[in-house]
């Protein structure tokens, strides 16, 4: 069975820009999670959707705003570049929805370089 | 919610079984105990999770303590490729709407030729 497939990898963006990033859970997977990872924070959650309906949202600005797909793929959009935003962006899909007894399958991320 | 406290470094020999702990002294009864490794440069692996029970897979196993303030995860055969960062996290139902999912700072495991 194929992970949870993130694109692009890496990404090098400008301040000020505006940038999306694709998540695609792996099959029959309808819950889709998005994290940020820095050095600094650690590991902070974006928000979480399910049957294309955001459930939950982190404390990011609205800057940060995601979508989901009939077909479960997701798609996050940060707008306004800051260089603070510069991370490993990570997406994650569990398979009972956003449930503490099912474990998050992480894709391997996309890197963004925000110069 | 529960803070984990791990070691910040182990080394193990090639072989022998990795065993690693982890502390969650202030887990309360609905929190699930996680474990996930990152390899640089790849997203969060999921290992294993249990609740009150020890648990086992494919690629390890779960022992938590009857009073459930610690728990070790095991590999039984350590190889190169376990060579990771080893994250021990707990999962709360008092989380659900805004979950912080602090991974913390694990444990590097070194697995020694």
């Known amino acids: 069975k194929a992970g949870v497939t993130q694109t692009p990898r890496y990404l090098i963006k400008t301040r000020g820009q505006q940038v999306t990033l694709s998540c695609s859970p792996i099959s029959g997977h309808r819950s889709v999670s998005w994290y940020q990872q820095t050095p600094g924070q650690g590991l902070q959650f974006l928000f979480e959707?399910?049957?294309?309906?955001?459930?939950n949202k982190g404390n990011f600005p609205g800057r940060f705003s995601g979508r989901q797909f009939s077909n479960s793929r997701s798609e996050m959009n940060v707008s306004t570049l800051e260089l603070g935003d510069s991370a490993l962006y990570l997406c994650a899909s569990s398979p009972l929805g956003y449930s503490y007894n099912s474990p998050l399958h992480f894709g391997n991320g996309t890197r963004l370089t925000v110069t | 919610d529960a803070k984990t406290t791990q070691p910040p470094s182990m080394d193990c020999a090639e072989g022998r079984a990795a065993n690693l702990p982890c502390n969650h002294s202030?887990?309360?009864?609905?929190?699930?105990v996680y474990w996930y490794r990152q390899i640089h440069s790849q997203g969060p692996q999921y290992i294993i999770h249990g609740l009150k029970n020890n648990e086992t897979n494919e690629m390890a196993s779960l022992i938590i303590t009857e009073d459930r303030k610690s728990s070790t995860l095991i590999l039984p055969h350590a190889t190169l490729r376990d060579t990771a960062v080893y994250y021990c996290?707990?999962?709360?139902?008092?989380?659900?709407?805004?979950?912080?999912?602090?991974f913390g700072t694990g444990t590097r495991l070194t697995i020694i030729p």
């Open positions: 202030t887990i309360s009864g609905n929190e699930y």
């Open positions: 996290i707990v999962r709360a139902e008092s989380n659900f709407g805004n979950e912080k999912l602090t």
């Open positions: 959707y399910f049957s294309e309906t955001q459930r």
